[in-house]
């Protein structure tokens, strides 16, 4: 099997994911700026994966620092650690929930001697990760009741392992159903234009034996048209507290088209995913990504080079195209603005 991060003593190890389905190559990062890079740069991606490379990151910085430091120059050097992986990307709330937890505990710690801030620090990262793995399997325990036997499931996107610390959000459902021993198939949309489903949902998919069909995003209508889908699940980059969703490119046409056909439409999400201080979705940032990935495919270009291009990464679903929203401590239905609230702490 594979990893998609991991915590070593040499520094922070994590797979390419640009390289997949073809190439299983795995990086050791060293310095924050380089995992910063990588955030960046794609070799990770996936809302709660990138969180905990960025809590990763920050540990790497401050093991870096040196033991005689002062607490003044400490302070200044961990904000401007922070602040790199805060500019890493924009739209996924886990990053920033990941930075404010690391922050949270190193001035919870700061007085303490170097050795013993480093140490904590590290260790929260871990943590974070492993709490991650554990919703993970929780969300995948709660939400499979939603899904039946027999069920034809579509998703869009990566929300598998490889986006999270392990096992996946809305992969991580399916997983559980097929766990429990539903006899359950997937459509991947291939997930234009950066081909998250078709390069690295349908990879997870098959390595994991789950029965995967792939289809390019123009196919989905067909196929709900059809009969031939029984539920759309998906994963989340923000979650507004009236519960409008920021996911991939795509997910609100899938949106609609589910309702349209009367499929139900699931989102699953750990509640670090939830933004408790945006009202709706129209809040969320939405990144603009570089116009090569629409003009080409690898290196082949598919476009003249004189044409307009548009590139936006993600999309807000409106909680009214929601049927459910899977997380760690339950099930969350309309009204969502209620729901989600009792999940404040
Ligand atoms: O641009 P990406 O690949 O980081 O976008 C990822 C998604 O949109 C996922 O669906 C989302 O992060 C949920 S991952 C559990």
């Given at each position: 099997?594979?990893?998609?991060?991991?915590?070593?003593?040499?520094?922070?190890?994590?797979?390419?994911?640009?390289?997949?389905?073809?190439?299983?190559?795995?990086?050791?990062?060293?310095?924050?700026?380089?995992?910063?890079?990588?955030?960046?740069?794609?070799?990770?991606?996936?809302?709660?994966?990138?969180?905990?490379?960025?809590?990763?990151?920050?540990a790497i910085g401050v093991e870096k620092l040196?033991d005689?430091i002062?607490?003044?120059?400490l302070?200044?050097?961990?904000?401007?650690?922070?602040?790199?992986?805060?500019?890493?990307?924009?739209?996924?709330?886990?990053?920033?929930?990941?930075?404010?937890?690391?922050?949270?505990?190193f001035?919870?710690v700061?007085?303490k001697d170097f050795k013993e801030i480093k140490k904590q620090i590290i260790e929260e990262?871990?943590?974070?990760?492993?709490?991650?793995?554990?919703?993970?399997?929780?969300?995948?325990?709660?939400?499979?009741?939603?899904?039946?036997?027999?069920?034809?499931?579509?998703?869009?996107?990566?929300?598998?392992?490889?986006?999270?610390?392990?096992?996946?959000?809305?992969?991580?459902?399916?997983?559980?159903?097929?766990?429990?021993?539903?006899?359950?198939?997937?459509?991947?949309?291939?997930?234009?234009?950066?081909?998250?489903?078709?390069?690295?949902?349908?990879?997870?998919?098959?390595?994991?034996?789950?029965?995967?069909?792939?289809?390019?995003?123009?196919?989905?209508?067909?196929?709900?048209?059809?009969?031939?889908?029984?539920?759309?699940?998906?994963?989340?980059?923000?979650?507004?507290?009236?519960?409008?969703?920021?996911?991939?490119?795509?997910?609100?046409?899938?949106?609609?088209?589910?309702?349209?056909?009367?499929?139900?439409?699931?989102?699953?999400?750990?509640?670090?995913?939830?933004?408790?201080?945006?009202?709706?979705?129209?809040?969320?940032?939405?990144?603009?990504?570089?116009?090569?990935?629409?003009?080409?495919?690898?290196?082949?270009?598919?476009?003249?080079?004189?044409?307009?291009?548009?590139?936006?990464?993600?999309?807000?679903?409106?909680?009214?195209?929601?049927?459910?929203?899977?997380?760690?401590?339950?099930?969350?239905?309309?009204?969502?603005?209620?729901?989600?609230?009792?999940?404040?702490?």
């Amino acid at each position: 099997m594979f990893y998609t991060i991991k915590w070593t003593d040499d520094g922070v190890s994590m797979i390419d994911q640009r390289l997949l389905p073809e190439e299983e190559v795995y990086h050791l990062y060293k310095d924050y700026r380089d995992v910063a890079k990588a955030i960046k740069e794609m070799v990770i991606r996936g809302a709660p994966a990138i969180g905990i490379a960025a809590a990763m990151g920050i540990a790497i910085g401050v093991e870096k620092l040196s033991d005689d430091i002062s607490k003044e120059d400490l302070e200044k050097e961990f904000i401007k650690i922070c602040n790199v992986m805060k500019e890493t990307r924009p739209t996924a709330v886990n990053l920033f929930w990941a930075i404010e937890r690391m922050k949270k505990k190193f001035y919870d710690v700061m007085e303490k001697d170097f050795k013993e801030i480093k140490k904590q620090i590290i260790e929260e990262a871990k943590k974070i990760h492993e709490e991650d793995i554990f919703c993970n399997r929780k969300m995948g325990h709660i939400g499979q009741l939603l899904i039946k036997d027999n069920w034809t499931i579509l998703t869009h996107c990566n929300a598998g392992a490889l986006a999270t610390g392990g096992y996946g959000t809305a992969i991580g459902v399916i997983r559980a159903a097929w766990e429990y021993g539903k006899k359950i198939r997937v459509f991947v949309d291939e997930t234009r234009p950066y081909l998250q489903g078709a390069r690295l949902t349908s990879w997870e998919l098959v390595k994991l034996g789950i029965p995967a069909t792939l289809i390019t995003d123009n196919m989905a209508g067909y196929f709900m048209s059809k009969g031939e889908i029984d539920c759309v699940v998906v994963g989340a980059d923000r979650i507004a507290t009236n519960g409008d969703v920021a996911n991939k490119i795509g997910t609100y046409s899938l949106s609609v088209l589910a309702k349209e056909n009367n499929i139900p439409f699931f989102v699953a999400a750990p509640v670090s995913t939830i933004d408790f201080n945006i009202k709706s979705g129209s809040e969320i940032p939405i990144e603009e990504r570089d116009r090569r990935e629409v003009t080409h495919i690898k290196e082949r270009v598919i476009a003249p080079e004189g044409v307009d291009v548009k590139n936006p990464a993600f999309d807000v679903t409106p909680s009214s195209n929601i049927t459910a929203i899977i997380t760690e401590k339950g099930i969350l239905k309309y009204p969502y603005e209620i729901n989600i609230g009792k999940l404040r702490n």
